[in-house]
């Protein structure tokens, strides 16, 4: 009886305090809503790099402090990143921007919305606040009374599916939401009807606890992070596209734009990996599609599960799922990675056809990723929050509709202003790599711009004013170089900021950006290969001369060898022209790599130090066109004066035009061999390539 007694007596506690911890977070909530107003920056001056305005041909404002260019000292970093001009002529040459503000959607306004962080509701002796199916007050008023039908769309078995839930009917309007994404069905009394797919949050108390949980053992900052970002996006071409976004970020927010963010591999998946892991997909475990030996992501060191363990409610999703970042080539994610995950949504919405495929009825696509993070931070006012959501509709395949999304990222932007949703968030505005693909990478800025992308960040005002240091820091890293991995190293120092000892880097080739980066940083350093660095001096050489015929003919022989275990798909491929060549100029520090297998893509690593400069090597870069299919490729390598031969490696070569379908025969089986491999049922139908880009890389 006593130990019965006992048990009870712990289960009511347990009931209890579970109880309570659900109340306060409810009580503090609505007591926040009531007295917090919205923040007012209007009157405070940003510290603002001159150059920040300068380049985008912008004028300075009142409130803006310009630090000038002696502030900087720059005159002694060892990589300086090249002078690059938006109003460059020979660019805008091969630039068609659309001159619509935004793509065009259904006129007749969504009947259906999601509201977040308003409701309230009573559940186990306590107050929480819920996630609401609403209808508008337009559409009842329009159509009379509206039944609906709500059907959940919820992840399968893996990454690769999703599906529709039991249908839920009537769904009537104020009602909890009871997943995150939905299908909806309506009908008025007047006959009208209504479909359409909608994101929102559902509510979960566990993740409402999960700070209360982990509160005793916090030592880092308790900041939200949220980054937004964008595919195939250059600076230069952020600043052309989106100038009021831009504008805003500069002058209204005070952001910090890290100039010298130089790419470290070839594609999004080798921005993302190092942003999210901290390691490049060679060190890794294996997962790549095709491969006997591959398993799922799961088991990589992603950031979000250190931010999950600090307490953190965490979110991630990107559209255009069907080239995944972590899916296309690799196995993707056996369980959701995070705990508010967009892949199953994406999967589902992304299958059906639709004559608006921007739009998910009379809102944008672009548009329902910033409400969908405004559900979630409208969800989770008082957690720790990391959110990363990824857009390429605009911009993969062509950076002409890029100016589509400068006024609702501006809209955006004000909105998490005004509501004082930055006041204690980490903003991080951030692109994978510029255009890969266009008729602009095939110029001397393009390709610069390739390796140059957009980071901007924004520090809440309360730690800009309580760490004056760290600010005076990250202004100085905005003109040197720079990396994803930096600032995966900015978040491991974000989760130990109030640790007893002193932060210190977790590898060599990266560092806090809250840390000054050395003046003597070199590419070497940063885990940059020299084909991916922006700071080396080439110069150009006569596409005639015998040493650069030799360089084309063994990249061809190189290409055949790399997708020689499929020759029977992959047509045999010739040269059949040199577009460019160049040498590298000086005595510059690069890369060295130890234990390297050249014809499989991961086997090399980084060898420890600067390279040594002999004259014995000469490194090269060539652009060359192949027969059949005219594929694209820049090449560099290093040449053995001794032995007379070239080191050629998959990792410092690119594709840099479009192959659409033509390596669909391995797309499935090798996806790795897709930018090189022309299928040899394409040499006899010539006319299957497509329009559409179906690499994520």
């Known amino acids: 009886m006593r130990r019965r007694y006992r048990v009870c007596c712990k289960r009511s506690v347990r009931i209890s305090c579970m109880t309570f911890c659900i109340a306060t977070i409810a009580f503090i909530s609505i007591y926040s809503h009531i007295t917090l107003l919205p923040s007012d920056e209007s009157t405070k001056a940003f ?40 109003d ?42 819920d996630s609401t199916f609403r209808l508008s007050k337009e559409a009842l008023e329009k159509h009379g009374p509206i039944e609906c039908a709500y059907y959940p769309i919820l992840r399968s078995k893996d990454d690769f599916s999703a599906m529709e839930g039991a249908r839920l009917f009537p769904f009537v309007d104020k009602t909890a939401l009871i997943s995150d994404f939905f299908r909806v069905d309506c009908h008025g009394k007047n006959g009208s009807s209504y479909s359409n797919l909608h994101m929102g949050i559902k509510f979960d108390p566990l993740l409402h606890l999960r700070s209360i949980r982990n509160s005793m053992v916090n030592i880092h900052l308790e900041y939200n992070i949220l980054m937004f970002g964008f595919d195939s996006v250059s600076r230069m071409t952020f600043m052309r596209f989106l100038p009021k976004s831009y504008s805003f970020l500069i002058k209204e927010l005070g952001a910090v734009v890290m100039k010298g963010y130089n790419i470290v591999g070839d594609g999004t ?35 979000w599960n250190q931010f999950k363990d600090s307490g953190y409610v965490t979110q991630w999703a990107e559209d255009m799922q069907f080239v995944g970042t972590f899916q296309y080539r690799l196995k ?14 994406y999967l589902f919405a992304e299958s059906k056809k639709t004559s608006k495929p921007f739009c998910f009825g009379s809102i944008t696509r672009f548009q329902a990723m910033f409400d969908w993070i405004r559900n979630f931070f409208d969800m989770y006012p008082h957690q720790p929050k990391f959110s990363y959501l990824f857009h390429a509709d605009y911009s993969h395949n062509s950076n002409d509709r890029i100016p589509y999304a400068d006024n609702e990222l501006l809209g955006f932007l004000q909105m998490i202003k005004a509501h004082g949703y930055l006041d204690r968030t980490m903003l991080i505005i951030i692109t994978d790599h510029g ?28 730690f800009q004013a309580q760490y004056p240091m760290i600010m005076r820091n990250l202004r100085f890293n905005s003109r040197r170089l720079t990396t994803m991995f930096d600032l995966h190293e900015t978040f491991e120092h974000l989760l130990k900021f109030h640790s007893l000892v002193p932060y210190r880097s977790q590898s060599n080739r990266s560092f806090s950006l809250f840390e000054l980066v050395p003046e003597n940083r070199t590419c070497a350093n940063a885990g940059i290969q020299h084909h991916w660095c922006a700071c080396l001096n080439w110069h150009d050489l006569s596409i005639n001369q015998p040493i650069i015929q030799q360089f084309s003919r063994v990249v061809v022989d190189f290409l055949n060898e790399f997708v020689s275990d499929h020759k029977r798909d992959c047509a045999t491929l010739a040269v059949l022209r040199v577009n460019k060549a160049s040498q590298l100029k000086g005595s510059g520090d690069l890369l060295k790599f ?104």
Request: net charge positive; charged share 25%.
């Open 269 to 303: 998946r080798a921005a993302l990996l190092p942003l999210l892991t901290g390691k490049t997909q060679r060190e890794l475990p294996e997962a790549r599609r095709g491969h006997a030996d591959a398993e799922t992501v799961d088991q990589f060191p992603w950031i």
């Open 88 to 129: 460059n002529p020979d660019i805008w040459k091969h630039l068609h921007p659309v001159q619509k503000s935004q793509p065009d959607c259904e006129k007749q306004k969504n009947w259906v919305y999601v509201e977040n962080g308003t409701g309230v509701t009573y559940y186990l002796l306590a107050y929480y606040f």
């Open 594 to 697: 130890v234990n390297s297998n050249n014809k499989r893509v991961g086997t090399s690593r980084f060898g420890k130090g600067p390279f040594q400069w002999s004259n014995n090597t000469k490194f090269y870069q060539i652009q060359l066109e192949t027969t059949p299919g005219q594929g694209q490729f820049e090449v560099t390598a290093e040449y053995d004066l001794i032995k007379k031969t070239f080191d050629i490696r998959k990792q410092h070569l690119s594709r840099i035009n479009k192959y659409g379908e033509t390596s669909a025969c391995v797309a499935s089986k090798r996806p790795e061999f897709q930018d090189i491999c022309y299928c040899s049922n394409s040499v006899f139908h010539k006319n299957t390539t497509s329009n559409i880009v179906v690499t994520a890389e």
């Open 47 to 86: 510290v603002v790099d001159e150059n920040d305005l300068e380049d985008a041909k912008m004028n300075p404002t009142s409130n803006l402090h310009l630090l000038r260019e002696d502030y900087f000292n720059a005159t002694q970093l060892t990589c300086r990143y090249p002078t690059l001009k938006i």
């Open 435 to 462: 255009s890969r693909y266009s008729s602009l990478r095939n110029t001397y800025q393009g390709k610069l711009e390739e390796r140059l992308p957009f980071m901007a960040i924004r520090m809440p005002l309360q």
């Open 332 to 345: 993707g994610f056996r369980d959701p990675p995070v705990d508010h995950y967009g892949r199953p949504f």
